[in-house]
């Protein structure tokens, strides 16, 4: 694990050349960019920039033949208004992504937690998975076991 000690800027000059090079130093076969609107300066609601961010991303991981997931808040929850359709800022984030997947909670549980994944652009659908909190181990354990198979 290899945690980039000061903020990338995708934007800037070079921005993509540091990306690359940190991955290529790390020899990473997977990389998190973790959150989105830490690593640009790019207006979030402007289809064009964002998506030229997030095409740089993969084009960089492309060529390295790495895979990226791409950490991006949501909104804030709304009456009538389903998780999937909380992704913030311009809809050509969420075009871009060949799976998106979101981690939110169950009710006002503290510690159970819903996986569901919203956009699979290759592959069947995934049903929901349901995870809680183990305090001990400091990590999510699947519930409902059911809930893991399509």
Known sequence: MLLHKSRLNLCEHGG???LAKTIEEAQAEV???DSLSNTHTAQENDNTEMRRVVDAVGHVCANLGVTAGIVH???KPQQGRQNEDRTRGASSIRD???TEIGFSRVGREETKRKLEFFKIRSGPAIK????DLDPLRGIYVVTA???VCP
Do not use: L, T
């Open 31 to 33: 990389v998190f960019i």
């Open 16 to 18: 993509m050349a540091q």
């Open 73 to 75: 808040h949501w909104g």
């Open 128 to 131: 929901p998975v349901y995870v």
């Open 96 to 98: 871009a992504v060949w």
């Open 145 to 147: 076991e059911e809930s």
